[in-house]
């Protein structure tokens, strides 16, 4: 079905059978993939996700610190989470891969530029149709979120993980945004506008995230914040 053909869809009038039908079927492959999910990752252990672009090239700065990332939480007994796909995904579970720790990738079916990089434990891919179901997984496996330079779902998981800390719907987690030089017109914006301008969060809010520009800053803001609350992963 085509955009234009789901455009059209949903302006068509339906029976009360056909809705029925066609929700109720989609409920159980929710179901589903919140049940499958689940189990794979309940055994997983302490992990933190690492978020950015499928896009960016082996190449590129940010896919080099991201495999470094990767690699330095694995020395320290973290798994790593990632999207699955190319780009940062890959790089991450890369770091991981080689460094012999746990390399874990969240799949999302999508049309185009997306696929299960070969950096994954066989027994660590999972596949999802839903992206909320997907999010779900990634906040509640995570004992920390990095945030590479990434393009609108890097963003959506972003200030997802923020929001739900914000709110108290999931633990005080970490949260580190990677690359300066890319965050710093997002992050001026948020404190002269969203807060400042509109006052539409707190001052305090600014302290969910901390803003660093290596791979040894990003893991060890991992590190110290869970040596300052005295507190082990996956608590």
């Keep these: 079905m085509t955009g234009d053909d789901k455009i059209r869809s949903a302006f068509e009038n339906k029976t009360w059978q056909e809705i029925k039908v066609t929700d109720s079927w989609q409920i159980f492959k929710i179901m589903a993939e919140f049940v499958d999910g689940f189990e794979k990752l309940a055994k997983i252990g302490p ?26 939480l694995t020395e320290r007994g973290y798994g790593v989470i990632t999207g699955g796909g190319p780009g940062i995904m890959e790089a991450g579970n890369k770091g991981a891969y080689e460094a012999g720790g746990k390399s874990v990738g969240i799949n999302i079916e999508l049309p185009f530029e997306q696929f299960n990089n070969r950096y994954i434990d066989r027994d660590k891919i999972l596949d999802f149709d839903y992206f909320f179901v997907r999010k779900v997984m990634f906040m509640k496996y995570s004992q920390g979120y990095i945030v590479l330079p990434g393009g609108f779902g890097t963003m959506d998981e972003l200030f997802e993980a923020m929001t739900l800390i914000q709110t108290g719907k999931i633990a005080r987690f970490p949260i580190v945004l990677v690359g300066v030089d ?10 002269t506008t969203m807060l400042e301008s509109e006052h539409n969060i707190n001052p305090e809010d600014l302290n969910l995230f901390r803003l660093v520009d290596t791979a040894e800053e990003a893991a060890e803001h991992i590190f110290r914040f869970y040596e300052k609350y005295v507190l082990k992963p996956n608590f």
């Design 47 to 72: 992990c933190v996700s690492i978020f950015g672009s499928a896009r960016t090239k082996n190449e590129n700065k940010y896919y080099q610190t991201a495999v470094e990332i990767g690699r330095r």
């Design 182 to 191: 890319y965050w710093k017109g997002l992050i001026d914006w948020i404190k």
